[in-house]
């Protein structure tokens, strides 16, 4: 069974930081682009960051720049999204999705495979 399973949400103080993990089971991250996308409230779907399997080229939305580095651990068949200097704005759901091939996406509809999604909480 194909699986994707994030785990790390929470609730932190602004400034605080978070690891969010991404587990997949039933196929290999090996030849699978993974990314983050999160969604807040009243707001659609957004892909925070993405990486590439082989030349590991990754991609970063401007309001994460410089907080947040998206990695994988194949070996482990794992993904992984660090998150720093974290700001209430970005509280949201974080889901974690795959797409067979080797080109980062924008679109939610361009991904195979998605996690059930992990909350992430900033707030004071």
């Known amino acids: 069974q194909v699986q994707l399973v994030e785990s790390g949400g929470g609730l932190v103080q602004p400034g605080g930081s978070l690891r969010l993990s991404c587990a997949a089971s039933?196929?290999?991250?090996?030849?699978?682009?993974i990314a983050w996308f999160r969604q807040a409230p009243g707001r659609e779907r957004e892909r925070v960051s993405c990486?590439?399997?082989?030349?590991?080229?990754?991609y970063s939305a401007d309001s994460v720049k410089g907080r947040f580095t998206i990695s994988r651990d194949n070996a482990k068949n794992t993904a992984y999204l660090e998150m720093n200097s974290l700001k209430p704005e970005d509280t949201a759901v974080y889901y974690c999705?795959?797409?067979?091939?080797?080109?980062?996406?924008?679109?939610?509809?361009?991904?195979?495979?998605w996690g059930q999604g992990t909350q992430v909480i900033v707030s004071s």
């Open positions: 999705a795959a797409r067979r091939g080797r080109l980062c996406f924008m679109r939610t509809d361009d991904y195979d495979y």
């Open positions: 039933g196929f290999t991250l090996d030849n699978y682009v």
């Open positions: 990486m590439s399997p082989r030349e590991r080229t990754t």
